[in-house]
């Protein structure tokens, strides 16, 4: 059993597909639900292909941070095709190469392989926002996103040309040992901005709008959750193994995720349509993820992730479907919308007070954690931009909660399947369980720090 | 003004570019890259599993990695896994264009310009001469520059002008759709075969031959036949796409 | 030289993509950027006095000077993925097309 299979096996059953047409969705659900199960039998290891070892050949790197991705994106894509695949059947061998992408994102351990996956994934997520039916807001995002990969190539191609390897950890010893940090701040700021595009970072995030803010159930929670999972993980290995950061470029970076948090929540807070705040929110939590990792928090970086991953999931796939009902999204139709979907309503709730960061729930864990490590290293600017944006994303999605529980006369009706119920709830259930018995999630997020090698990084 | 101010913009931009890599010492000036300290220069003398010494046209046997092209070993050998990346990206763009134009019903799009007989015969005895030289390319990647990639690009080409030339011809996509799928599933397949015969995925498990023979580098003239045909049959499939419109 | 003109190229596609309204402007822009970034790819692995990567009857021996093959490589993986974009564009172009009338974006409204 190799890891190399979760790649293989996808790429595979993608191109037989085309073949067998009626047979397709019922091949994506198999597969996705086989890559879930094959990840528990997989050892933690480093895969050559080819017969070259690193660095003249490719190797994909298993260790517990991409096994914990894998099992994130892995799952959770999962759930989502479980849902959304009885209504877009046609779509269905692009999200098995999607899948295929995603894991050979979190698996690879080379920089140009890196840039291929990301293309890989990057063309599978324009197709899937195809299914919206908006070919302008699609438009927009093919171009954001070549254009972000193009710059990536830029940075990665100067660092090639200065240092004359592209495998990650040997670049990475090599930036060590020659000491330039000054020289390679302008190629890290390239490679940050082309992954920033994809990560809705300001001021590149302008595709997001119109690709989530008339999402469908499978567009909204795929975009939302799990390709920002996806590239929050990227971001995560390459900014805590193999960037260097110079005062000068650490402080350009700041200010550029911490403008995203601050606009991204300023605009949901202003905005009267449910899927808007929702997309907003999405902005300033990939803002988070990226600061978490520029401080070189890792642990907690990948339990920021995960929490968010699932909440978004269950907020987009609620709310997404209930647009999808009744044909709009702002707040005043969906007035008083839980009073009769009880179930559906609670599971809501748990995932934006989760967001939020209140007790009892496993976003409030992740949130003092990370607020607790931030004044231990004595700096103060940081965690009061958190502590900010959290009341003003509490003030936005509490006044969200009181408007959708709220009895009045002309109640929307609603309905939802059991497939969706049954998601939701288990993963709100989940959410709760590990945000008040949180001792797993503290020593797994413990050990993760303590094992990786953090060679660049300004820990 | 915001002509004006795009313009500032890029020009400042170019030049942030220029001067941050003429200040950097570690960036080798333009002509004066220095190969041996890179990983390029165990692919040139194809070292990086023990070293056969120097390497002479058609006299060495069995190295590592046979084409005597060094282009093609990196392609196909060395980092075989980004083509299997990039093939997977042309197949999902070739897909993504059927999904997005095409329908159930297709017929020729109505043009004005409507093609004389010289023109529709003459064309055909072209076509055939095209298509000769895109599979004399594809199946020489490992010995000339070219490959799998331009060769299937000079198919498609050569069905590009049976196209143009002549507004009822239609090629059979359904053929196209099983050729490609067979050709990328065939290169998986070879891949998950070198990790169960051999150790590794994509593992060359044929003997390399002498360098610069016809058949020598094992499987790569396989890998790029099988490269050319995909996307010489992708491609066909986009531009069928873009000439056909439902018909009613 | 020949990075200066890559250079300059790329600033063209970048520019075209800041101000150019219409669809196929902004797709050509973008292949304006892809050939610029290609070409400088190129020459990161060019060496004075270099022969090509490929053993001939001419060049037979390996001890000759030869040029970087390896950015040579990501240049044939660059361009067919930048095909591959550029055929979703102008097939989302021709059914924007077929949905607003039009390709100026200023002119489509409301999306």
Redesign the interface.
Known sequence: MSAILLIAIPLLAAFISILFKKASPYILLFVSFGSVIILGYLPLETITIGGFSAPYGINLVLDQYSLIALYVVDTLFFLIVAIACVKYKKISTVLLVALAGLNGILLTGDLFNLFVFIEVSGIAAYLITTTNKKPLATFNYLVAGTVGSSLYLLGLIILYAMFGTLNMADMSANIASSGLTIAVAFPFLLMFIGLGVEAKLLPFNSWAKGILAHSNKLTGPMIASVYAAAIGFVFGRLLTSVFVFSDKLGLILTIIVIATIVAGEAMAFASGKVREILLFSSIAQSGLVVLIFLQGFVGWGVFLIVANAAGKLILFMIANHASDELGTDEVKAFKGLFVNNKVIGLAFTVASLSAIGLPMFLGFVVKMNILGDLFATGDYLIPAVILITSIVEGIYFVRLLMKLWYKEDNLPVVQYEFVLKYVVVVLAVLIMLFGVYSAPVETTANDIDANTIVEGGNL | M??FL??V???F??FM??T??S??????K????D?S????Q?????S??GNPG?????EATNLESGP????TA??A??????????V??????????A???GSTKQRRMELDFHPNFMLKVGSRALFGIILMTGIYISIHGH???G?G?PGGTMIASSMLLLYLADDEFRAKIKGF??L??AA??AY??I??L??LI???????LLNNGV??YLFSAGMIPIIYVLIGLKVGSEISG?ID??LTEESV | MLQYAAIVLLMLGLYGLLTQRNIIKIIISLNILEIGLNLFIVSVGFVDGGLAPIFTSVNNSSNLVFVDPLPQALVLTAIVIGVGTTALGLALAKNIYQKYGTFEIDEMGEE
């Open positions: 915001k002509n795009a313009l913009f890029t020009l931009l170019g570019i220029i941050a890599l200040n950097n010492e570690a960036f080798p333009y002509g004066e890259a190969v300290t890179r990983v390029s165990k692919y040139l003398d194809r990086v599993n120097e390497i002479i046209f058609r005597a092209n060094t282009v990196i392609v050998d060395y980092r075989s896994f980004d083509t299997l990346g990039e997977t990206v042309l197949f999902i763009s070739s897909l993504g264009v999904l997005l134009l010995l000339t520059p490959g990639f759709k099983i490609e799928s990328g599933s998986v397949i891949g998950l070198g990790l051999g150790s590794y995925f994509l593992e060359n360098l610069g986009v796409n873009f």
